[in-house]
């Protein structure tokens, strides 16, 4: 099991990994794929997406909610990372991909091609993930795998689950101010499944915690 110093370390590389990837991508809106500076930024990127595979074999980034995950370990939120993470969230989701896996053996051509895609807007429309796929496939990238979102149960989305959340909490409000009318007892199983259902969705929408720290 890796020590404290390890997870430390395998943070450091994934937020690095992030942030040079969000440099990349932003370049590439602007500039050729040939451009030195989209070459300068995607050298330093590959070169950590190489050792992250060297020690993990894989490499996963995958949406779930409004969270970002790395090889199934939450890329940690924060002042100075979290509009990376926002940006990616929303980048891959307007695409409907749920997950970018890169392999051992992934080129820098490949890298290249994958950063261009994702950067690329045709008239204002964004590539679909059926596009995106065909694309990748048609250039011979074959150590870049892209999933697509699920169909969505729309009750088990996000939106609904917040609104679930609001709706709760009126109901518990009401139920104290009630109880203070009766002088009697309020559900303590309310209360329970609203901090519950609050928990799993600060879980989810990090952005939403932080907001009602600052305020």
Known sequence: MPGPEENARRQKLVRDLLARFHV???????????????????????RILTLILHAEGTAVLRLHGNGLFFNRAKVRSDS??????????????????????FSEGVSLEELTRL???????????TISFEEAVRTLREAGVAHITLEAN????????????????YF?????????????????????????????????????NESFCLGLTTM
Do not use: C
């Open 115 to 125: 950063v261009v895609l994702l950067s690329a807007r045709e008239a204002g429309r």
């Open 24 to 46: 990349v991508l932003k370049i590439a809106r602007v500039y050729e794929p040939g451009n030195r500076l989209v070459a300068e930024q995607l050298g330093p990127l590959f």
């Open 80 to 101: 100075s990372n979290q509009h990376i993470i926002q940006f990616f969230v929303s980048e891959l989701a307007s695409h409907g991909i749920t997950a970018v896996a």
């Open 168 to 204: 709760l909490g009126i109901r518990m409000l009401r139920e104290i101010i009630d109880q203070q009318k009766r002088e009697g007892g309020f559900s303590i199983g309310l209360a329970r499944r609203w901090m519950q259902a609050m928990i799993r969705h600060l879980e989810e």
């Open 150 to 165: 699920p169909p969505e149960d729309e009750e088990a989305g996000p939106y609904a689950r917040l609104v679930k959340v």
